[in-house]
């Protein structure tokens, strides 16, 4: 199929950057949408111009760098990440519109890659288990019930990439973030920094500039791991208790 | 800083907030609806001005009123915040954005929503509560007893046609403003339950039709009445 790209070009963070058009032909519906920047930014070296800049790594979907805003939603039309859209999603003469995610706390470094360890940031203040919880545990040694380890292992799902951002008319992180408490908060291994972890993590999140929560859904509709916002309710709830308990005046 | 002054610098303080004033006006609503329909008893607004001396001789009714202006003034600085930080947190719009496939419209334009629900209440305080307070008022005498004739100002302003397009079409979007804030207030409070949130959804709906809709009845009978 032929198609045509406009893709966002900004050579650095202090560029103000700009669509630019791409004629692209004889793609196959088969390709992933990488392999098909793969093969623009082939032609592109080609001619001797800069290539297309984006962030990628496992392209099989578990990594969470592909991170491209395909014609106005997160990794494209299909719920899943950018590495996994293939071409047949699209058809002959499309004209596809690829930019960053966009937000203040992400900002763009070159072209579509943009700047996510404020996401690293709110891991290291908090999510994260520092007591010693002992060796691999023998099977069903731990006192938990199925039904809560589902809960948990659902939420440990998110890989991090940001399409919760990107969607979100806020750029806020709620998801990411609740969903990295709610993983740790539901397991025993969880319970010793319980507090102090949902207080610590709303608080750099709060300060990295991500934006509030109003509740759209946005997030759990585009994220590709299918993250719910119930995890979002359930950080409210760790964060009012521990607020409301901790000692940490 | 305190921990009661982090909490409420916090996102998460602050929109603990706007759901617990906006679940009270929410509240307020029904108890000022079951006031208002009164205007539709067909007793020339006896029971209707008894209702409303009532309501302003009650001590009680006097300090929900004071803390009902209070909520409202904490409901829309804290939706100022909040919807100021959220537009900082994204500089740079997308230039091309499919957010109706993944949100709902009233969800993404609550700011908007309330200024207009702000402005209704701007002209409805100053139409009804300015004037039946401070104003001067007819008076209509039951049982030999003196009574405000707030009736009657309700009567009067109700047979202009615009206010009434005005009162009519702001319900409309505080309809829109509920559709969404209603079970959205339990999702901020942490109530997400598998249980109850399809039931509070659907109670949510059922409230931001009907409770509005009441509210612009009542306007518009009375313009016919008058006709
Ligand atoms: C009768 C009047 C009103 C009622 C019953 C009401 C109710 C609500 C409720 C229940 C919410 C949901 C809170 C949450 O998501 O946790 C909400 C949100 C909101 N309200 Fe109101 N509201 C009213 C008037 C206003 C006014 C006058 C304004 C502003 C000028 C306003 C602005 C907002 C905004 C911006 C939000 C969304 C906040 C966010 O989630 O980011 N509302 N309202
Ligand atoms: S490249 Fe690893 S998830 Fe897409």
């Known amino acids: ?249 | 800083m305190s921990w009661v002054s982090k909490t409420l610098s916090s996102t998460l303080g602050q929109k603990v907030l706007m759901a617990l004033t906006g679940l009270f006006l929410i509240l307020f609503l029904v108890v000022h609806l079951a006031g208002n329909l009164q205007l539709l008893f067909p007793d020339g607004g006896e029971s209707f001005n008894k209702y409303a001396a009532n309501m302003a001789n009650n001590p009680l009714i006097r300090v929900v009123s004071i803390g009902n202006f209070a909520f409202i003034l904490i409901h829309v600085i804290y939706s100022i915040i909040l919807t100021k930080r959220n537009k900082q947190s994204r500089p740079v719009a997308y230039a091309v954005s499919k957010s109706s496939t993944n949100s709902a419209w009233a969800s993404r334009n609550m700011g908007i929503l309330g200024t207009i629900i702000l402005i209704f209440l701007l002209v409805h305080l100053k139409g009804f509560y300015y004037e039946v307070k401070f104003g001067s008022v007819p008076m209509a005498s039951y049982d030999g007893e003196e009574y405000k004739d707030v009736f009657a100002i309700v009567a009067n302003a109700y047979s202009n046609i615009l206010y009434v397009a005005f009162y009519v079409v702001s319900m409309g979007f505080l309809a829109f403003h509920l559709s969404h804030g209603f079970a959205s207030a339990f999702q901020t409070l942490g109530l997400n339950h598998v249980k109850y949130s399809p039931l509070i959804r659907k109670v949510g709906l059922g409230f931001s039709i009907l409770i509005p809709a009441l509210f612009a009845l009542i306007p518009l009978v009375m313009f016919f009445q008058n006709q």
Request: with cysteine.
């Open chain 1, 1 to 249: 199929m032929n198609l045509t790209l406009k893709i966002w070009r900004q050579k650095n963070s202090a560029d103000k950057g700009a669509l630019k058009e791409y004629k692209i032909s004889n793609i196959s519906e088969d390709m992933s949408f990488l392999e098909m920047l793969d093969v623009l930014n082939e032609e592109l070296s080609e001619k001797g111009e800069d290539p297309v800049h984006f962030d990628h790594d496992c392209r099989e979907g578990i990594c969470g760098m592909c991170s491209l805003y395909i014609d106005g939603k997160p990794h494209g039309p299909q719920q899943t990440t950018t590495c996994q859209l293939h071409m047949r999603s699209f058809k002959d003469g499309d004209v596809i519109t690829i930019e960053p995610w966009r937000a203040k706390s992400f900002p763009v470094l070159k072209d579509l890659v943009v700047d996510r360890s404020s996401f690293d940031r709110i891991i290291q203040a908090g999510g994260y288990v520092s007591v010693n919880t002992g060796g691999v545990p023998d099977a069903n040694e731990i006192p938990i019930s199925k039904s809560i380890a589902d809960l948990a292992m659902d939420a440990a799902q998110c890989i991090g990439c940001g399409a919760c951002v990107a969607a979100c008319k806020n750029a806020s992180a709620m998801l990411f973030t609740s969903a990295k408490i709610s993983q740790l908060a539901l397991l025993p291994q969880g319970q010793v920094e319980r507090k102090v972890r949902a207080e610590k993590m709303v608080a750099q999140m709060d300060a990295e500039g991500f934006g509030a929560c109003t509740n759209t859904g946005a997030c759990e509709a585009e994220c590709p791991k299918g993250i719910s916002i119930t995890n979002i309710a359930r950080m409210n709830r760790e964060y009012f208790s521990a607020i409301a308990s901790s000692d940490n005046v």
